[in-house]
């Protein structure tokens, strides 16, 4: 061997006896492995659809049945669960109707207190006109007969139309009364004002 020759041997890496052959049943062994991964995969497609379609039970498919006390503890679960469903389904139904029965009463009332309201207002109207009419005709009467009539009346009540009548006339009527029924309704009307809030 030349110099060359050597040289060039010894820049080549040095293969190990045995090296490819090892390499070789590597892949030999993962092909086989492989092919019987997919062999069992295919005969496990194959079982599993033909033992239940065939009606079999799970013990003859490989697997387990489950105990009977599971199953009991699950059904008993389940019925309960449906009962609980059906309980607040029926109080839903229930709350839905009472608030629909609630929104009618409100909106009765309501119309109610409109009414109500409307009514007060025509009262309070009709009452005041009264009372306008009723102060007028003894406004248009002589202070003297005026004064006799508002003797014989309670001193709450004369108070009443002498406050709402034109002070002149109120004036002439009071000096027709006796002293003691003009201090009674003099003391009425100063105090009847009293107790409205200054501020």
């Known amino acids: 061997m030349t110099a060359t020759a050597k040289s060039e041997a010894s820049s080549l890496p040095r293969r190990r006896p045995g090296r490819g052959a090892l390499t070789f049943l590597a892949g030999l062994l993962a092909v ?96 005041e006109a009264d009372l306008a009419k009723l102060t007028a005709v003894y406004e248009s009467m002589k202070p003297k007969d005026a004064a006799s009539l508002f003797e014989a009346m309670k001193p709450e009540f004369a108070a009443g139309f002498l406050g709402r009548m034109r002070p002149e006339i109120a004036a002439a009527i009071m000096s027709g009364l006796s002293s003691e029924a003009a201090y009674s309704v003099s003391v009425l009307l100063a105090g009847r004002n009293a107790l409205v809030p200054k501020n």
Do not use: W, Y
Request: with cysteine; aromatic share 2%; charged share 25%.
């Open 32 to 127: 086989s492995g492989a092919i019987r991964l997919g062999l069992g995969m295919n005969e496990a497609r194959a079982l599993v659809p033909e033992a239940f379609e065939a009606g079999q039970s799970l013990t003859s498919a490989g697997c387990e049945p489950p105990p009977m006390e599971l199953v009991a503890a699950l059904r008993a679960r389940e019925d309960r669960i449906l009962v609980q469903e059906a309980a607040v389904a029926d109080r839903n139904a229930a709350l839905a109707l009472a608030e629909q029965a609630i929104a009618k009463r409100l909106e009765e009332l309501r119309d109610a207190e409109a009414s109500l309201s409307a009514t007060l207002s025509r009262a309070d109207g009709a009452a």
